[in-house]
């Protein structure tokens, strides 16, 4: 019988282990790649929103019944001259209150605030252009106040009647798995 010495025995382990191809220690995790597109934060949709139809359609109401008490007022009779006047403060009124709560009920309360200001600062000048320009005449001042409030109805009904209407909000969030010492962990990242 044959005695295999212990260094003759690792000596026969080291030329076989020398022969074989020699296997990585540990496989390391490829690095993580950031995505091609990363978001900076949440995404937005939104739509544009017009409500110009139902300012113009209360301005419209409004002249309307300034005209129609105008009508009344021109008569000789004086229950219809009453009856215009009244119908002239009730348009005159209906534009002035509103038109801002329309813009209020659409959650913009600075474009109501405009609307007020603009309404009756647009009267006013055109007022004072009408009565500077016909030498004091009542009826080119009256005139002039309904020239420069229609041209603020139109601008408020075709420009400040807008807003922007949040649809959704969509926030991106990754789960990743992180290499951790000799095991993983998970990691959310938005």
């Not at 260094?7 to 282990?17: D, E, F, H, K, M």
């Not at 409500?51 to 008490?69: I, K, Q, R």
């Not at 603020?152 to 949040?166: H, I, K, P, S, Y």
């Amino acid at each position: 019988m044959r005695t295999v010495k212990p260094t003759s025995g690792l000596a026969l382990l080291a030329l076989v282990g020398a022969a074989l191809p020699a296997a990585p220690a540990r496989a390391q995790s490829p690095p993580v790649e950031a995505p091609d597109e990363v978001a900076s934060g949440p995404q937005i949709e939104s739509e544009h929103e017009w409500y110009g139809p139902s300012v113009l359609a209360v301005y419209g109401a409004g002249y309307g019944a300034v005209g129609l008490g105008w009508l009344g007022r021109q008569t000789r009779y004086d229950a219809l001259r009453v009856g215009g006047t009244v119908l002239q403060g009730a348009g005159a009124l209906t534009m002035l209150i509103v038109v801002p709560a329309l813009h209020w009920q659409h959650d913009e309360v600075g474009k109501g605030f405009i609307s007020l200001g603009g309404q009756v600062g647009s009267a006013a000048l055109g007022g004072v252009i009408g009565r500077a320009a016909s030498d004091g005449d009542t009826d080119w001042m009256f005139l002039g106040a309904a020239i420069g409030h229609a041209c603020f109805a139109l601008g408020d009904g075709l420009l400040l009647a807008r807003r922007e209407r949040v649809i959704s909000v969509q926030t991106t969030a990754r789960l990743e798995l992180v290499p951790m010492g000799l095991g993983a962990g998970l990691r959310l990242s938005h």
